[in-house]
């Protein structure tokens, strides 16, 4: 039996973890040991936007150590993600080099969203017992030191996945003198925070019902609830409430015993227990599901679903669109059109597909960008290019790294705008990347031009390589006119693009 045995390595605010997995098709996912050392990164991060020498070479040092600790247990396999702490630091390029420079080990600087469903994977990995609990209304709750992330299910369907600046570190760094100037430091603090949890209330929720709040989050997290994150366990509402009551009229020096830990950890933990009374109550939910997971499960299940090692019971892609699908929605997008290029661009994908610098990915990406293909008509009828751009490029899709969102703007963008090849606007993308969005778009025009007239002329696609062609056979319900000319237009670009030959044949539908 094939064994992999993979480290994930977590880049905190508050502690740097390795865990080492044993990885086998029978067994799935083993841990065999768990490393945590604590590093607070974050506070450099939030109160001088760097991260300091001292702090780098502490970070190295601990990372050394987890090399070592890899070859001991001899891993053949690991990744090493940095969350929030670095991301934010303007110098984490200088960090990253100094790290691989001095340990060998190569650290990938997680966007939030990408972040986010990482540990939206760990959770998934439990499997029926995530499965059952999101065929009902569902919030998970990721809370990390520089914000939190509260993503909402319905029918086991991702409805929105939405971030809010009200990490604890952020908070403290804002609060910090103001709270000592009362008494009742719970009550400015719940006044800080209110806002924008209601605002996310009144945006998002409505009135869908959630039944059940599922928390992950992080060592201040844990201490809120007593040390059982590591559990997988159903809280009650009645018993955080009562908990709750009591640590809030204690002083830091008796929380700091009754809770075990240092007074200013204990100092930490109370706008934590307000952030997470407040969101309960929101919600109104009676149970809180704590399920015993970190983001390093789900590093070693995305690695293990990637290698093909085992086999996840959740469809993550669905997830992804139909995110981008209740994007749509609130920038009033036609659904009907939205399905229907859809359609008609999977199809070209698919014969275009061997003789392109495109992989299956691209293929979610195309369809998010269809999805997303006619945003900016909300904004403006004038300017649509541009404002789906921005519209993009400012609305995260859990799931998608910043680089692919860069992708998609730039190729809805491009389906209406004159094209700009590399060099004439790069957006930050690299040559191979800027490839990809010119054949991706090319994709898009064609099957946009096939239903210019949003009217879904077309009742069956198919198409057919021969040689140096690409034969799209359409059989269509109306006149069809106005397709076929709009789709000369595009031939050439198309061409350009592949160097393939498009042709259309138009057969009348069946009565």
Known sequence: MAVTTFAAIDIGSYNVTMEIFEITKKNGLKSLNIVRKRLELGKDTYTRKMISPE??????????????????????????????????????????????????ITVEILSNSEQRFL????????????????????????????????????????????????GLLRISSRLATIQNQTTHPERIIDQFIRKDILNFKRMYLKERNIDTIILVGDYYTNLVFQNRMDQNKIE?????????????????????????????????????AVLYRRLIEIFGVDNIWLPGIQITDGIAYDYALKAKIIRSQHDFEKDILMAAK??????????????????????????????????????????VACQLNDCGKYISLVNVAEC????????????????????I???????????????????????????????????????????????????????????????IEARVKDDFTLEKGLF????????????????????????
């Open 119 to 166: 540990t939206y994977k760990s959770i998934a990995s439990r499997g029926e017992e995530f499965e059952r609990i999101i065929g009902k209304g569902t919030a998970i709750i990721d809370v990390s030191g520089g914000s939190i992330q509260i993503s909402l299910f319905d029918k086991g369907t991702l409805i929105t996945a939405q971030n809010l600046h009200l």
């Open 388 to 407: 789906s751009y921005n519209i993009i490029i400012s609305t995260e899709i859990i799931g998608l790294s910043d680089n692919e969102r860069k992708i």
């Open 488 to 511: 000369e237009l595009n031939i050439e670009f198309f061409e350009d693009m592949f160097d393939i030959k498009p042709e259309l044949k138009v057969r009348k539908a069946n009565a």
């Open 409 to 471: 703007a730039n190729t809805v963008k491009f389906n209406t705008k004159p094209f700009e090849f590399y060099g004439e606007n790069n957006d930050g993308l690299t040559e191979y990347d800027f490839l990809r969005v010119a054949q991706l778009t090319a994709i898009l025009r064609m099957a946009n031009s096939l239903d210019q007239s949003y009217l879904q002329k077309i009742t069956e696609i198919h198409t057919l390589r021969k040689d140096d062609r690409m034969i």
């Open 55 to 104: 702090v780098l070479d502490e970070l190295t040092n601990i990372l050394m150590d987890y090399s070592n600790i890899m070859k001991e247990y001899g891993v053949t396999a690991y990744r090493a993600c940095a969350k929030t702490a670095v991301r934010e630091a303007r110098n984490y390029l200088l960090v990253r080099e100094h790290i691989r420079n001095k340990t060998g």
């Open 326 to 367: 209740h994007i749509a929605k609130r920038f009033a997008g036609n659904k009907p059109h939205t399905e229907k290029i859809m359609e008609i661009a999977d199809a070209i994908f698919k014969a275009v597909r061997k003789d392109s610098v495109l992989g299956p990915r691209d293929r979610l990406l195309l369809k």
């Open 236 to 272: 009650s509402a009645e018993e955080y409430y009562l908990w709750y009551e009591k640590i809030v009229r204690m002083s830091p020096n008796h929380a700091a015993e009754y809770l075990g830990v240092g007074t200013e950890v204990a100092g930490a933990i109370i706008p934590m």
